[in-house]
């Protein structure tokens, strides 16, 4: 079973604008959660982090926003740059666990 | 499942053990990695196999030792390990242009 969504493969985004991607998990048990970028022919690269006891976590253009009423994550890109163009994976861990989402193709275009 | 199955599920060996961790896909993929995720740090890369060749290995002490018979299978044997080698070992695979990488679910090792 998937525990780890996210729902959109691919989004377009026209740089200078925001990139949002989303992820949804539905084990209650994670409480950390991650969100990787990956180029082609590239490992993922780790990207931004958030803790279950906080609701945002912001690292310059990146923001990741956390509802656990809703267990849903976010990942704003702000302002979006063409060299964001990737493949953007959302991870969630728990204590014994942890998943991955099956990516979203971020486009940026100039 | 993903289409990367990784066996055991969970593993706990002691420290003299020699033990052994499976990673198998059939998603048509010839790259394959070996991960480490320690508890709440992001995931370390530690070996990568493209067409059943090494390309990569970051520095990972040689009580892990890899092997790849072939595009489908990935093994990391693991011998003498330290507690602090407790982690999850994620295996995940990808075509050779990257796009379509996939994990597997990991094995849990607890070393005591």
């Known amino acids: 079973d998937q525990q780890v969504k996210q729902n959109s493969p691919s989004l377009s985004v026209q740089e200078g604008r925001i990139s949002i991607l989303n992820c949804d998990y539905t084990n209650s048990m994670f409480d950390y959660f991650l969100w990787y970028k990956k180029y082609p022919a590239e490992g993922p690269t780790f990207l931004i982090s958030i803790s279950s006891i906080k609701d945002k976590n912001e690292d310059g253009r990146f923001t990741v926003f956390l509802n656990k009423s809703a267990k849903h994550l976010s990942l704003h890109i702000v302002p979006s740059q063409p060299g964001d163009s990737a493949v953007y994976f959302c991870a969630a861990s728990g204590d014994n666990d942890m998943r991955f989402g099956a990516g979203t193709r971020l486009t940026v275009k100039p | 499942e993903t289409g990367v199955t990784q066996t055991p599920r969970h593993l706990v060996m002691g420290m003299t053990n020699k033990k052994s961790l499976k990673c198998e896909q059939h998603?048509?993929?010839?790259?394959m990695y070996w991960y480490k995720q320690s508890a709440k740090k992001p995931l370390e890369l530690m070996f990568v196999y493209s067409l059943e060749e090494r390309v990569e290995n970051n520095s990972v002490p040689s009580r892990f030792s890899p092997e790849c018979p072939n595009s489908s299978h990935l093994f990391l044997h693991l011998h003498t390990l330290q507690p602090e080698d407790s982690a999850l070992y994620l295996c995940?695979?990808?075509?050779?242009?990257?796009?379509?990488?996939?994990f597997g679910s990991g094995t849990r090792l607890t070393v005591v």
């Open positions: 995940a695979s990808s075509p050779m242009g990257g796009y379509g990488y996939t």
């Open positions: 998603l048509g993929h010839n790259a």
